[in-house]
């Protein structure tokens, strides 16, 4: 697969890149709707997920581009993408073939179940100076 | 609340943050199974997360704690958190009250769909030297 494909300028244009122009990607199992991992992706690797039906992040440990399954065959089949609302992530839905993760579960969450209150009631009180929703 | 809170050393020995101290957090509501939200957390917010049963992001923008809702009403109320297999980002689920967009969309993920190839079937062909799932 060829690594020069290049976005479309007005989707280029809504991308809110971090330092290092990347913006997260969060692969949900369109099947399940399970969220499977977070991976990264530069203009290339968005594009290239595109067009060619299957998931490529850039890797920032190897600094390289991963389509992945490429070495396990566990493809993500890209089924729909969406950018948020201030275009620094990307949710990528796909049919996910085998397991996501690289320890061999299916999703790259299912590891570290944290202990945490259950939020039972919305809490009561003022508002703050906070301009979000 | 609190901006005092710390987190438990074991769970801290966990985390990969990135250069600025922080992990992001994909947001899921775990009655529609729809991603919400990508926020970010540093140790501090993710202790709060886990304790105060409401999510609080650290804002990369206003650089401060964001308790989501407590200007909106649009808090998210937490069911469970879980850290991924290399420790750099969470899932947070939650009840949703109201929108999670500060747009007033239920999703940060409604506004933008992308055009994208269909995957249809696995690529064919060898692997490479990824060691990759």
């Known amino acids: ?79 729909s993408v969406s950018l948020d609302c201030d275009g620094d992530a990307l949710l990528v839905r796909v049919k996910q073939v085998g397991a996501a993760c690289h320890t061999g579960s299916y999703s790259c969450f299912d590891s570290h179940q944290l202990a945490a209150v259950v939020g039972e009631k919305v809490p009561e009180g003022g508002t703050d100076s906070q301009s979000e929703s």
Chains 1, 2 share one sequence.
């Open 1 to 79: 697969m060829s690594e020069e494909k290049t976005l479309d300028p007005q989707l280029a244009q809504l991308l809110k890149r971090d330092a290092n122009g990347l913006v997260c990607a969060v692969v949900q199992d369109a099947d399940t709707e399970r969220v499977l991992m977070v991976g990264w992706m530069d203009d290339t690797a968005l594009a290239r997920t595109l067009s060619e039906g299957v998931v490529t992040f850039w890797s920032r440990s190897r600094r390289e581009y991963w389509t992945k399954g490429l070495t396990s065959r566990h493809f993500q089949l890209v089924r």
